[in-house]
């Protein structure tokens, strides 16, 4: 099997007087992206063989300018348009709470983009920060979604192996899954999510329950992320 591996991170405050060019990411391609990204070892374990695309990492920064999202969007897109005849699946992680000029959310645009290169059809897992904005067309164009538990991101590796066993199970199995999205009666702000702490310590707790379910391939909550004026 062939797995396409590839990272879009950018945590955007528009509170803060600065925006984000190319030279504000950390930018990788070709076999940095699978050292940077810690799959290989996950992947030769399984025996899937990575295509790697983009690595784009700005961390916590300010607005995103278009044209360097468009830059990291268009190599993604290349990437995936050359090796499209030959893919079994897409790992992504994308941290969920970008914010790009005249577009809004760069990880919900960079989704909507990759599926409509590659069909309803191709299994595509994501792996995201549970400060990620969702929405439910950025939830029905993936076929996993899961975050990490734990903030500060303890189980980051751990989420990850969670999360392309996932789609592992998909591949291997054909097993007709797809996500479900729920707003639920609750709301935390970032300062209240420390996961050793209440209320998040027994809302994992909770999702480690739904997990055991066998119908059940993963579950998260999203805390979402206020400091920019999306409407997610």
Known sequence: ??????????????????TSDLSDFDLAFKDQVIEKMYV???YDQAGVEIIPAVYANAGATGIVEKSAFESIENSFLAVIQKHLHELDGIYLYLHGASYVEE??????????????????????????DPHGNLAQEYVDEC????TFRHSPHSDRDQASQIVFQCLLNVLQDRRPIHPVYRKVPILLGGERC??????????NQK???????PRILCCSYHIGYLRHDSEH
């Open 207 to 213: 999702l480690d329950q739904i997990e055991a379910d």
């Open 103 to 128: 577009i809004g959310s760069g990880d919900h645009h960079l989704l909507s983009m990759i599926r409509r290169l590659v069909g309803p059809y191709l299994p595509i897992a994501v792996l995201c």
């Open 143 to 146: 076929t996993v979604l899961r």
């Open 1 to 18: 099997m062939k797995v396409l591996v590839g990272l879009f991170n950018a945590e955007c405050n528009a509170n803060i007087p600065l």
């Open 40 to 42: 290989r070892e996950i």
């Open 194 to 203: 420390v996961s050793a702490d209440e209320p998040l310590c027994s809302i």
